[in-house]
């Protein structure tokens, strides 16, 4: 018996260890994600985003009336736009990962520019650790930062 | 040793089990204290989120230049507008919370009433459950639904 609780010790020392080890390393992975969607998306790809979005994702932008929930309603909207989104560059401002165990958001602000114009918004990403060991996105919030009403 | 392999399984049986049943369990308890905290709001006390925020939240809202990083940022804003908000009566659209066993995120659609007015906003919480039990948000996003832009 002594041997069971050493062994159930050593392994919740060792996931413990890990977990303080791996945040840092999920945040490092979360935006590199993210980054390879974005740099899709600015040349009218959004693949890079589906590929990494879950069944279950909902999704607010300014544009859409209201959240749409599930990757159907994300593909046809991004699907609409296929083609069409040129971004020249863009910063990606103070990414921020809040990490739990299986469970992550990414927050930043975002430039973008097209020719000498830039777009600010700003952006909230969870993303969910799946069984398969990959994290996806299952909720995004793109918004306009300070937009000039009418 | 069977004794001990039986007393594992079991339990491993009984946290799945209460984790699916708790899942519906924590939408509730989340949702409530949103509308607790909206009710304050809409009356003018930001003490409400202020109370369930933790140290750590980050926060977006479309008349700030660049996301907030911490409670003092974000009470300094909400003491800054003190007072000065009064909603009629509000609408909180089609909830949705997606459950870890640590952090969980609510969607909704919100409609706001000011007499005959209605303000559509998109809104993201990301709680956490902390040490204490308790569950706070790290990280809130309200956008403006179709923002009518010059």
Chains 1, 2 share one sequence.
């Not at 999920?26 to 994600?33: C, D, G, R, T």
């Amino acid at each position: 018996m002594k041997k069971w609780i050493f062994l159930m010790m050593t392994l919740m020392a060792t996931v413990g260890t890990n977990a303080q080890k791996s945040e840092s390393g999920v945040a490092a992975h979360i935006i590199a994600m993210e980054k390879a969607a974005l740099d899709k998306w600015g040349n009218g790809n959004p693949d890079g985003f589906l590929d990494i979005s879950a069944p279950d994702v909902v999704y607010f932008d300014p544009f859409v009336e209201k959240r749409l929930d599930g990757i159907d309603q994300l593909r046809a909207l991004y699907n609409s736009i296929r083609g069409q989104v040129h971004i020249d560059r863009y910063e990606l401002l103070n990414p921020k990962v809040q990490a739990g165990a299986t469970m992550a958001v990414l927050t930043f602000n975002f430039n973008g520019y097209q020719k000498e114009v830039v777009h600010k918004w700003n952006c909230t990403e969870v993303y969910r650790l799946e069984k398969d060991g990959s994290w996806k996105i299952i909720q995004t919030h793109w918004s306009l930062v300070l937009p000039k009403l009418q």
